[in-house]
């Protein structure tokens, strides 16, 4: 459900003379996020006898993980689930954060068996635990659940983990995956075809041919809403012609969006940018953040579009390092700032960036162009 207080996507303007800033309605922190970081700092402040670790990044941003790392957590796994820390190492005294991505059954039991707390710092999102409630009870009443999620991401492997608890379940990154899982709900495939497609995706025991007849779709709450929306009517429709319309009921469970209100006004404010004149875009956001790769999706289908985690990226007016999402690697690009009288810059960051790493890539940009007017003087204008 949408945020009643927030209905009004469309972008801000801050006019500094021969350079206008675009800046998405809605961009930075989350409600999950916020209460993360809170959370994790009240357990150093609480426990400065006391060993402090996270599960793995608190959030997909490189400034937030050094400070926290910088003020004496440190972390168990990196961002793919690779140990840093053995879990030898870890007693029942010390204190471990549960992220806000959440975890896995197996680690939580693990942790559990140590003799480990794992409840008073543990701040999984409200969004994550609401899908994992989707995903049991499509369980109990007998449909399988499909993940759409990228398989590495943390949330994805708790997901998936959380879901086989209670049923059947497969992790799908995108719809040409969707599509191939369609062939065998189709039956036109067979097990052993499935089995090495999909290897490592599935739980134990999935039968294509008793667990593809009652499906349910639910996500990584940081995904493409279109994307999901899309993979969930293709695989309704696949359904619907292998078992009739008048059936749909007996073996699709239509469940509502799951993402987290944040990601849906996040790519809502993109998609009102898409429909403004701009001559370059700026997503800020770490290198590793789902929602804030999505948003660079969007963007560079009509911008040229540059993904930066900070403002240092920008070594001079025409010299930007970027990263590239497709390739996964950082690049530089050269003379990446249009030569114009009057330039439009979009501006806007993922849910997991803070605002002041926004704030200093605006003045950052200000001062590459030679802003006419200060970044405070267009604000206190605007105000008035």
């Known amino acids: 459900m949408k945020d009643l207080r927030k209905q009004d996507f469309s972008p801000s303007i801050l006019d500094l003379g021969n350079v206008e800033f675009i800046l998405a309605r809605h961009f930075g922190f989350c409600y999950g996020v916020e209460n993360a970081i809170e959370i994790s700092y009240k357990a150093l402040e609480e426990n400065q006898n006391k060993r402090v670790f996270l599960l793995s990044q608190m959030i997909h941003n490189p400034e937030v993980n050094a400070d926290l790392q910088d003020r004496g957590i440190s972390f168990i796994m990196d961002t793919d689930g690779k140990q840093l820390i053995p879990w030898d190492e870890i007693k029942a005294d010390d204190v471990v ?10 680690i939580e039991n693990l942790l559990l068996d140590k003799g480990v707390e794992i409840q008073q710092y543990n701040t999984t999102c409200p969004f994550v635990e609401k899908v994992w409630n989707r995903a049991e009870k499509l369980g109990k009443e007998h449909h399988t659940v499909i993940i759409h999620g990228k398989p590495t991401h943390e949330e994805t492997r708790a997901t998936f983990s959380h879901a086989k608890a209670n049923a059947q379940s497969i992790v799908i990154r995108n719809m040409e995956e969707a599509k191939a899982l369609a062939l065998y709900i189709k039956k036109e495939k067979n097990q052993a075809a499935f089995e090495q497609e999909f290897a490592n995706r599935f739980s134990i025991g999935f039968s294509i041919d008793k667990d593809l007849n009652r499906v349910g779709v639910v996500n990584q709450t940081t995904m493409l809403a279109t994307e999901t929306q899309a993979i969930a009517d293709f695989i309704r429709q696949t359904v619907m012609e292998q078992y009739g319309v008048e059936n749909i009921k007996e073996h699709f469970a239509d469940t509502r969006d799951t993402l987290c209100y944040a990601t849906n006004d996040n790519q809502d404010a993109t998609y009102e940018l898409l429909k403004t004149e701009a001559d370059v875009a700026f997503v800020v956001g770490g290198y590793n953040s789902s929602n804030t790769s999505h948003l660079v999706e969007l963007l560079e289908e009509k911008f040229p579009t540059y993904f930066i985690n900070g403002e240092k990226e920008m070594i001079s007016s ?12 950082r690049i530089c690009t050269k003379n990446f700032l249009p030569a114009k009288d009057k330039l439009k810059i979009i501006v806007t960051s993922g849910a997991s960036c803070p605002d002041t790493v926004v704030d200093r890539v605006i003045l950052k940009l200000a001062t590459l162009t030679n802003a006419h007017l200060q970044v405070e003087q267009a604000v206190t204008a605007y105000c008035e």
Request: glycine share 4%; hydrophobic share 40%.
């Open 97 to 106: 954060i549960i992220p806000a991505f959440g975890t896995t059954i197996e």
């Open 318 to 329: 025409s010299e930007i390092f970027h990263f590239d999402y497709p390739a996964k690697k």
